[in-house]
């Protein structure tokens, strides 16, 4: 049964910490366990029990005292509460590399998410098909944005062609962007922006490894 | 010619940047354009110019005053000073559609990294072939590890797995993970961890479109 929000302002940190919930609520579900104590959840997501019974009092009284959660229907409170019970569709601009891995990884569907066409403005892409998708051309954005009630546009574009796909995405009614490219982009105030790059992450290791090994970084200078 | 760091403390936020200019750096060295002045290149990143600026200044002169900056030489002096412009040999660990699809998408050799070999747990996957690389077992991970001197880690296992696999790259030797798993890791203090979890996005994205549509979040209990 559907429980509203209890709270109006839910934190960003918690819906973020719902979606990790989720993600291992459904891998113990492939697993067949159908009940799961609070210690033993938040261990597995890597947070502290009382920040999950935080986290979920949000939305109501989850939890059965002494047992503990029933796996199902966390799942299905938690994604009923945060609207992604049913199957959000996206779009894909940008069918190179990094976009070939994304649509092979989100494919048609995985977590409530689900790439429902995908777009190059290159001609020689254009017809040729990506893990099954046939790659359209971005005058047909529009139509497949405004025929399948689509939302949320993934740009994987080269850096410099990122700002014209979220244009493209916003003129065609998006309402919000994950980024994988490398730019940043400018987009109306409405539009809801995530950016992802993991080599950022991985110069960020890197610089963390050379300072540990080298004294340059703690002994120039001083 | 490589220039020291000027300062000793570095900010995360300017290390994260450096690497989205290499980045986009990369893509004009691509498009054959050899010079670049800091507003297009900040316009690029997504940034002001002031910032590219301040960021570059920590490492030195790069810019030639009244033309910019040359393409080449910058991405050489960004990558020396951060230590990336050797390329890091990479593990990965979890051959699932993730590990496929980063596989595939940092491959040999990405932006200076490049994965050496990949592991799964699994008898099913082990001495199989993921794009081009053999699944190699746990046991194997110590001695190449040792042999490539590998520093940097990927964890792309199911949740369940990521602890496990995270305490197995630091038995093995190494001093840094990237860990794609939606589940925290514990790992002793000296390891650098970095978490990529591109699905917690797309929950924060839903929830605001669906707080854009619904009174409920504004309206409820007011």
Redesign the interface.
Known sequence: MYT?????H?P?AT??R???Y???LE??QR?NIDLVASRPLAE????QGSQVRKDLAYFGEFGIRGVGYQVKNLILAITTS???DHE?PMVLLGVG??G???I??I?FH????RIQAIFDCDPEKIGKTAHGFEILPPEALAPIVAMHKI??GIVTT???SAQLAADTLVSAGI????N?S?????VPE?I?V?????????????????R?KTS???????
């Open positions: 509203p929000p209890k709270s109006k839910i960003q819906i973020k719902l979606a990790t989720v993600q291992v891998s113990l697993d597995a997501c890597g947070v945060l609207g992604v959000w590399n990094l070939r891995a994304i092979n990884h494919g995985a977590h409530g998410f939302e949320i080269k850096p410099n309402s919000a962007i994950l994988f490398p730019a940043r982009i400018k409405s809801h995530e950016y992802v790059d993991f080599f950022r992450q991985l110069y960020s290791l890197v610089f963390d490894i050379v540990d340059v970084w703690d002994d120039n200078d001083s």
